[in-house]
Nanobody, 124 residues
Framework: QVQLVESGGGLVQAGGSLRLSCAAS????????MGWFRQAPGKEREFVAAITRSGYKTSYADSVKGRFTISRDNAKNTVSLQMNSLKPEDTAVYYC?????????????????WGQGTQVTVSS
């Protein structure tokens, strides 16, 4: 079992920045590919970013590429999402997730463990 707890969400103006963090406990954190997903009201949960177990490779949704950066610290059992140049369409609940895959995966059903989510609201 892996327990995931997100933090860092909040209200920010368009063009601003936020940094989300996800703290993991339980089984070996470095054994998991980690991902961030988001879900806006009335929409399906969508992939945002993911990072390999080593942290050497990352993947991003086209909508956030160049604005968001995912990183991890295996010594501290944390994964972060730095979000810059935020837009109103980035407003959503953001979820941290863990996957036992060897390679990066971007679909929700591939992830085994999920956090409770943190709200990000970007005002125009």
């Amino acid at each position: 079992q892996v327990q995931l707890v997100e933090s860092g969400g909040g209200l920010v103006q368009a063009g601003g920045s936020l940094r989300l963090s996800c703290a993991a406990s339980g089984r070996t954190f470095s054994s998991y590919v980690m991902g961030w997903f988001r879900q806006a009201p009335g929409k399906e949960r969508e992939f945002v970013a993911a990072i390999t177990r080593s942290g050497y490779k990352t993947s991003y949704a086209d909508s956030v590429k160049g604005r968001f950066t995912i990183s991890r610290d295996n010594a501290k059992n944390t994964v972060s999402l730095q979000m810059n140049s935020l837009k109103p369409e980035d407003t959503a609940v953001y979820y941290c997730a863990a996957c036992s895959s060897i390679t990066i995966v971007t679909t929700t059903y591939d992830y085994d463990y999920w956090g409770q989510g943190t709200q990000v609201t970007v005002s125009s």
